[in-house]
């Protein structure tokens, strides 16, 4: 893998402007994608989100200010401009939200009849549909994703998971064979920044569908969604209390994770908060449902479609800029076919664009927080200075916003910081392998279990290894595929419990 | 005096720590020695259950499901002897006898899931994409288990049984009070040739090694029985450091129907789905 091109420490970070018009310099074969490759601007309208200007907290089924009047500004990661200014709610406001919900768990949720709680669920289902294209813009501007994943991703998933759940209202009966499920209480949900809308629906419909009240909150980098789901329960015909709102920063969540009357802390994010609420409902009769991180590995064997298994890792690691759970950020090649899989990566690398996120032909888009892009430069500095060989495509970036163009690294030992920590950002650290056994040991070797993908043609080769990856996710010739039936979630590290499918329901039932 | 020792990896060893305490019976002047366990007989453990993992996982259902029928039979073999210990341990003749019959029966219970807990709680997942997506359930790995300080043996059997049935290995500390039969079951998995350290056993004290069961950090479950709140609150804590899967069993009467059941082989299993293109 001598043929890419070295980067030096400075120039990966430099602003990426800077890096525009100078080709890498590659000896072999190459395609001239600047010239050939033009799209013309095709934005969407950042009106189409109508965001007001101010957002307040959602309890009660009523939009009320703080109780300390306190506000934080919202920004668009893409421009670094101020989109709206949110409620961050104080401890005081948590502790209402929580009785508002608890009252409604006890009061009327509890006392309706199930196939009336699954109504609301199908009608907000439907209400998500009537507004794809409100909510997509709204996840765009909020975390920087491009709009094509908005609206052909998220939005489409959001609204399936409560239409899936909307129908287990009144079947729970057949969902634990030998058992009758009943609803905890008080579910707490505690959601990333990285699909913000999803996260919301993976937790929400579950657990109302089981007949719990929920009290959400959202992360302060992106909440904008969640206020939205707010407003669309309201009209779904939810009553008061079922759903809560309680936007905030860390110390909104810490309240809201400590406050006795929840049953459940349903969470989404990095493995280190999951680990600190897993402690902090320790001596409680609290329980807690994670949806951690991961250094998911990729396996690609000689045998593989190569065009499609590098769709699949495109897929993989840099959908969402690469902030997703699941995201394939460790990839392993069988050493026979090492040498095409990196050109064949290196060319779709230049064939994506990294740009406006309201662009629909961007693949790529901005970072959602300045801390993050310094993180993700941070973690490719570190990469360089281990000696490695990397990457980065000939990419125009945006001078203002967090962007940062694709990487990829080669010749990636694994003791190296790029194979063990997670990077949240467009990173590919890329290894080689010669057997099986040599893969599935590398694969494995990390305290995290969230996913993983096979790509090979042999069928009795996929289901082996499939058996023997310890994640909770293997995606077979495919990455990063998510549906409202399906199970998805993390072994070791990687979390606790299940999202999605009947095996979602589990966590937010009682079974004894 | 009868001296007993620990089961590791498949075999009976002293304590490495050379330390002893003494069991006294309930009646009469019978007494025994037994192992006061150390951590480093915990992680000896832990590597051998380890070890056992990748093999008595990937075993085929129906084999393991054997295997513990095979155990049950041993363990009728034995039931002159547990009796006995039972007896030394506080029970009358009839209610140590009960208490045989009672594991004997656990036994078979478990044996009878180890092939059909699958089939009853996998999922082919109708995606709408067009994929072929189903999700099954994998052992969770190795399992540390702090038995029920009552019910020596069919606690003891009741706690294990559903662990192991389901494709995991784990090492159990025996009750502190009422460890005599924690080691002759050694005995029987062994007569029946569960391979060596699939499960383990230690004597010892909770007080002392509840830290390590919980922390170390190869070790993917921890089973709880009990009632102590602070020392459920140590469980939790410590299982947060690894995301380990924690269960928590508060049945005192363990001989009874409620106690058994499918849901305590799935407290160790993990759900894995696994999606596959179909060609349109």
Redesign the interface.
């Known amino acids: 893998m001598k043929a890419t091109t070295k980067i030096t420490a400075k120039a990966a970070v430099k602003p990426a402007s800077k890096l525009t018009n100078k080709k890498p310099a590659r000896p072999e074969r190459c395609l001239d994608f600047k010239t050939v490759w033009n799209y013309k601007a095709s934005p969407e309208s950042a009106e189409s989100a109508k965001l007001e200007k101010r957002y307040e907290l959602f309890i009660d089924g009523k939009f009320v200010p703080p109780s300390d009047g306190a506000y934080f500004a919202n920004f668009n990661p893409a421009t670094e401009a101020k989109l709206c200014e949110v409620a961050e709610g104080s401890p005081a406001d948590v502790d209402r939200a929580v009785k508002s919900a608890r009252a409604a768990f006890e009061g009327v949720w509890a006392k309706l009849p199930a196939h009336e709680r699954g109504k609301c669920l199908f009608r907000l289902a439907r209400l998500i549909q009537e507004r794809t294209s409100e909510l997509a813009v709204t996840e765009t501007l909020d975390t920087g994703k491009p709009i094509r994943e908005s609206r052909a991703f998220e939005l489409p998933l959001a609204a399936?998971q409560f239409f899936y759940y909307a129908g287990w209202a009144d079947k729970l009966g057949f969902a634990f064979?030998?058992?009758r499920p009943r609803p905890i209480g008080v579910v707490a949900g505690v959601i990333s920044w990285n699909f913000p809308l999803l996260m919301a629906a993976r937790k929400l419909a579950p657990a109302l569908a089981a007949g719990n009240t929920v009290v959400l909150k959202p992360s302060k980098t992106a909440p904008l969604a969640a206020l939205k789901l707010a407003r669309l329960a309201e009209e779904a015909g939810f009553p008061p209390g079922v759903v809560n709102v309680v936007t905030g920063g860390k110390a909104t969540g810490e309240a809201l994770v400590a406050h006795e009357g929840v049953a459940l802390v349903s969470f989404a994010g990095a493995?280190e908060t999951?680990?600190?609420?897993?402690?902090a409902?320790?001596?409680t009769a609290r329980r807690c449902a994670?949806e951690?991180g991961g250094k998911n590995a990729y396996l690609i064997f000689e045998d593989s479609a190569i065009d499609q298994a590098v769709d699949g890792i495109v897929d993989g690691v840099f959908l969402n800029q690469g902030p997703v759970l699941s995201a394939s950020s460790r990839l392993y090649v069988q050493e026979s076919i090492a040498k095409v899989v990196v050109r064949k990566l290196r060319d779709r690398l230049e064939t994506l664009n990294v740009g406006d996120p309201l662009d629909k032909n961007t693949d790529v888009g901005a970072l959602p927080t300045r801390e993050l892009l310094q993180r993700v430069q941070a973690h490719v500095k570190a990469g360089l200075a281990e000696g490695v060989t990397s990457y980065q495509a000939d990419q125009q970036v945006p001078k203002k916003g967090f962007f940062h163009a694709p990487v990829l690294f080669t010749d990636v030992a694994q003791s190296h910081r790029l194979t063990q920590e997670e990077v949240f950002g467009p990173v590919l650290a890329i290894q080689t392998f010669r057997t099986a056994e040599e893969a599935i040991e590398k694969a494995n070797n990390t305290?995290s279990g969230m996913a993983s993908g096979v790509w090979t043609d042999k069928g009795s080769r996929?289901f082996s290894i499939?058996?023997q990856l310890k994640?909770?996710?293997?995606?077979?010739?495919?990455y990063n595929?998510y549906?409202p039936?399906?199970?998805?979630?993390g072994?070791?590290?990687?979390?606790?419990g299940?999202d999605g499918?009947?095996?979602g329901l589990a966590s937010y039932v009682e079974?004894n | 005096m009868r001296n007993y020792g620990i089961y590791v990896d498949g075999k009976f060893n002293r304590t490495e720590s050379g330390r002893y305490f003494q069991f006294r019976a309930a009646q009469g002047d019978w007494a025994a020695n037994l192992c006061n366990s150390s951590r480093k007989d915990f992680r000896d453990a832990v590597t051998a259950a380890r070890g056992a993992f990748a093999k008595w996982s990937s075993a085929a259902p129906a084999a393991r499901g054997q295997l513990l029928y095979q155990v049950a039979e041993a363990l009728e073999g034995r039931k002159a002897q547990l009796s006995e210990e039972l007896q030394h341990q506080g029970l009358t003749a009839a209610a140590a006898e009960a208490e045989v019959q009672a594991s004997v029966n656990r036994l078979i219970y478990y044996a009878g899931w180890a092939d059909k807990f699958q089939q009853v709680f996998s999922s082919v997942n109708p995606v709408a994409s067009s994929h072929y997506n189903f999700s099954v359930l994998e052992p969770v790995g190795v399992v540390s288990i702090l038995a029920p300080e009552e019910s020596p043996l069919v606690g003891l059997v009741s706690a294990i049984a559903p662990v192991i049935v389901g494709g995991n290995s784990c090492v159990v500390l025996a009750s502190s009070s009422r460890p005599l039969c924690a080691v002759t079951l050694g005995e029987v998995l062994q007569s029946a040739g569960l391979p060596a350290g699939v499960v383990n056993i230690l004597t010892g004290f909770r007080s002392e090694l509840l830290g390590q069961f919980t922390s170390h950090m190869d070790v993917n479950g921890v089973l709880y029985c009990g009632e102590a709140a602070e020392e459920l609150k140590t469980v939790r804590e410590n299982a947060a450091l690894n995301v380990k899967r924690v269960s928590h069993s508060p049945r005192a009467d363990s001989s009874a129907e409620e106690a058994q059941g499918p849901y305590a082989i799935l407290s160790f299993q993990e759900v894995k789905t696994t999606w596959h293109p179909i060609a349109t």
Do not use: Y
């Open positions: 399936n064979p030998g058992r493995t999951g680990k600190a609420i897993g402690k409902l320790a001596g994670l951690l305290p996929i499939a058996r994640t909770g996710v293997v995606w077979a010739n495919a595929k549906d039936t399906s199970p998805a979630g072994c070791k590290e990687s979390g606790l299940r499918g009947l095996h079974l």
